[in-house]
């Protein structure tokens, strides 16, 4: 009886610890918001009658921890954000850009919609070092003239063992 309870505990001990980190790999591979780009590519005609302006979103893809020498790697979460009620607005390119300003990739290839109260996401994952601590995004966009700009924010995020971080960063119109 000594021995069954033992065994018992020893794998409740091992399925529980093996369990552990399989829901969040599950979760995070298959559950990760994405953009269909294709779906939101704005098929119509252009219109001179909307108003353009650019956003800067600074961003971390990792953070200084203890020195300069050493750096805590970060997954980043961008959210594009129309807040208003009754109009589309338009993204021309999504740059995202590393701490000596090299363009490290345009997420937009063509002129992208966002549909009223939609908010479009882009994840930078946290093996994704490339922006380093000074990493930033810049937006270009249209809206009709009167409408409240589209809001853009940044979630950076990690968690390692038992140690987790986050913080917000929020865009700048130019």
Same mark, same amino acid.
């Not at 559950?31 to 005609?45: C, F, I, M, Q, T």
């Not at 009167?146 to 853009?152: A, K, N, Q, S, W």
């Given at each position: ?26 979760? @995070? ?10 779906? *939101?590519?704005?098929?119509?005609? *252009? ?27 970060? =997954?980043? =979460? +961008?959210?594009?954000? @129309? &807040? ?10 999504? !740059?995202?850009? @590393?701490? *000596?300003? %090299? ?10 919609? +966002?549909?009223? &109260?939609? $908010?479009? !996401? ?7 070092? *490339?922006?380093? $601590? #000074?990493? @930033?995004? &810049?937006? %270009?966009?249209?809206?009709?003239? #009167?409408?409240? %700009? ?5 979630? &950076?995020?990690?968690? =390692? ?6 913080? =917000? ?6």
């Amino acid at each position: 009886m000594k021995h069954r309870t033992i065994a018992l505990i020893l794998g409740l001990l091992i399925v529980g610890f093996g369990s552990c980190e399989s829901p969040v790999k599950q979760h @995070n591979e298959l559950l990760l918001p994405k953009v269909d780009w294709s779906a *939101h590519e704005w098929k119509g005609e *252009h219109t001179d009658s909307l108003e353009s302006g650019s956003t800067y979103l600074p961003v971390y893809s990792e953070i200084y921890q203890r020195t300069d020498a050493y750096t805590y790697p970060l =997954t980043i =979460t +961008v959210s594009i954000r @129309n &807040m208003s009620k009754s109009d589309t607005i338009f993204l021309q390119n999504a !740059e995202y850009f @590393n701490t *000596h300003g %090299d363009l490290i990739r345009d997420y937009v290839k063509s002129k992208v919609f +966002v549909k009223p &109260m939609e $908010t479009i !996401e882009i994840v930078v994952r946290e093996d994704d070092l *490339h922006g380093g $601590t #000074g990493a @930033n995004f &810049m937006f %270009d966009w249209e809206k009709n003239p #009167g409408t409240v %700009d589209p809001l853009f924010e940044a979630v &950076m995020i990690s968690t =390692t063992g038992q140690q987790g971080l986050s913080f =917000t960063t929020r865009g700048v119109r130019k």
